[in-house]
């Protein structure tokens, strides 16, 4: 799941740049510049929305997991480890989640359906 959010990040990153290198501007005469069509510009539009609610969604499932996997912590480095999540979501996923607690500890964390985002402090 993780590598297709990366190869969809990548496959945007990669039409955005055609996109910006196939728009060439001419300094000296703007007569000579197309105007966009509606479909280009829907297009374009579409896909920096589709990205960052993608980006967005990536970085809140990052924050649930960091919360949940934490729940016997404190409330401050519960608070630390959710802002750490939440701003390197797809990093935090791979790196810290994957790579360290799944293949160096083999402890994967029990995600729980009912409260996804627990704060609560441990009893």
């Not at 990040?9 to 001419?26: A, F, N, P, S, W």
């Not at 970085?59 to 701003?87: D, R, Y």
Request: positive net charge.
């Amino acid at each position: 799941m993780i590598l297709i959010f990366i190869l969809i990040i990548i496959t945007l990153g990669i039409v955005g740049l055609y996109q910006y290198r196939k728009k060439k501007e001419k300094f000296n005469d703007d007569s000579d510049i197309p105007e966009k069509s509606f479909f280009g510009k829907f297009v374009t539009r579409s896909l920096i929305f589709i990205f960052l609610f993608i980006l967005f969604s990536t970085n809140l499932l990052a924050l649930s997991i960091s919360l949940q996997c934490n729940k016997e912590n404190n409330i401050f480095f519960k608070i630390a480890s959710g802002m750490f999540a939440f701003m390197f979501g797809i990093l935090y996923l791979i790196f810290n989640y994957y790579m360290y607690r799944i293949k160096v500890n083999n402890k994967p964390c029990v995600l729980c359906r009912n409260d996804i985002f627990d704060i609560s402090v441990p009893e």
